[in-house]
């Protein structure tokens, strides 16, 4: 969900709205690299600095949608790109990924807003329905409840920001998804939201892209 475009999910790429596609390449690709072109010399001998990719899972899935697929794929590669350059001039990259994002558009396909979010619970939903997911899309009542807001990641920024272990991250898409690596986030309201757990056990396991996938990456010459 997110801002994605509901009216393109599903469709084939044959039939999708090519200018959307392209526009979408160029909003969410050609922007990231053209920002890190301007900042990272602006990060250069201040002893540390560090870029973060967002992106939507921590695997080679597919995402519903070819163009929102090659971007949020790409920003990986981004990340892990940026990061080869960078690793001996103290600055590092890294793919971070929220789980269930409670962004304005999903609210709103909820009908409800961030103040009351957790009514869609049990907003004209009985207990037999409350875990189906709509014909096109993955939302049901009950994977919402599970959802992060935009502030819920934006903790893990600034926890990982803050840590300086992060950098033997840098190969890594991390799934930041209520347990880091190293410490623990919780959500404003005080509950820790696992979406990575609570997906697996509902959707079934997928491999995602570990410590051992990313090594391949890594040129041998």
Same mark, same amino acid.
């Given at each position: 969900?997110?801002?994605?475009?509901?009216?393109?999910?599903?469709?084939?790429?044959?039939?999708?709205?090519?200018?959307?596609?392209?526009?979408?390449?160029?909003?969410?690709?050609?922007?990231?690299?053209?920002?890190?072109?301007?900042?990272?010399?602006?990060?250069?001998?201040?002893?540390?600095?560090?870029?973060?990719?967002?992106?939507?899972?921590?695997?080679?899935?597919?995402?519903?949608?070819?163009?929102?697929?090659?971007?949020?794929?790409?920003?990986?590669?981004?990340?892990?790109?940026?990061?080869?350059?960078?690793?001996? +001039?103290? @600055? /590092?990259?890294? #793919?971070?990924? =929220?789980?269930?994002?409670?962004? &304005? *558009?999903?609210?709103?396909? !909820?009908?409800?807003?961030?103040?009351?979010?957790?009514?869609?619970?049990?907003?004209?939903?009985?207990?037999?329905?409350?875990?189906?997911?709509?014909?096109?899309?993955?939302?049901?009542?009950?994977?919402?409840?599970?959802?992060?807001?935009?502030?819920?990641?934006? +903790?893990? @920024? /600034?926890?990982? #920001?803050?840590? =300086?272990?992060?950098?033997?991250? &840098? *190969?890594?898409?991390?799934? !930041?998804?209520?347990?880091?690596?190293?410490?623990?986030?919780?959500?404003?309201?005080?509950?820790?939201?696992?979406?990575?757990?609570?997906?697996?056990?509902?959707?079934?396991?997928?491999?995602?892209?570990?410590?051992?996938?990313?090594?391949?990456?890594?040129?041998?010459?």
């Amino acid at each position: 969900m997110g801002r994605r475009r509901p009216d393109e999910f599903g469709r084939t790429f044959w039939t999708v709205n090519l200018d959307n596609g392209l526009r979408m390449l160029k909003q969410a690709i050609h922007s990231h690299i053209i920002t890190a072109h301007y900042a990272v010399p602006l990060m250069l001998g201040r002893g540390r600095g560090i870029i973060f990719e967002i992106t939507d899972g921590d695997a080679f899935y597919y995402r519903g949608n070819l163009f929102y697929d090659l971007v949020k794929i790409s920003v990986i590669r981004l990340a892990f790109a940026m990061a080869r350059e960078l690793r001996k +001039r103290d @600055v /590092v990259s890294v #793919a971070l990924t =929220p789980g269930f994002l409670r962004s &304005e *558009r999903v609210l709103e396909h !909820f009908g409800v807003s961030e103040a009351n979010w957790k009514e869609a619970g049990n907003k004209n939903v009985s207990p037999e329905n409350s875990d189906q997911n709509s014909a096109d899309q993955n939302d049901a009542p009950a994977d919402f409840m599970m959802s992060e807001s935009p502030r819920y990641i934006g +903790r893990a @920024v /600034v926890a990982l #920001a803050a840590d =300086p272990k992060v950098e033997n991250e &840098e *190969r890594t898409c991390l799934q !930041f998804l209520g347990t880091g690596p190293r410490v623990w986030i919780y959500r404003s309201d005080g509950t820790r939201p696992d979406w990575g757990n609570y997906a697996r056990k509902k959707y079934g396991k997928y491999k995602i892209c570990d410590e051992q996938f990313y090594s391949y990456w890594v040129p041998a010459w």
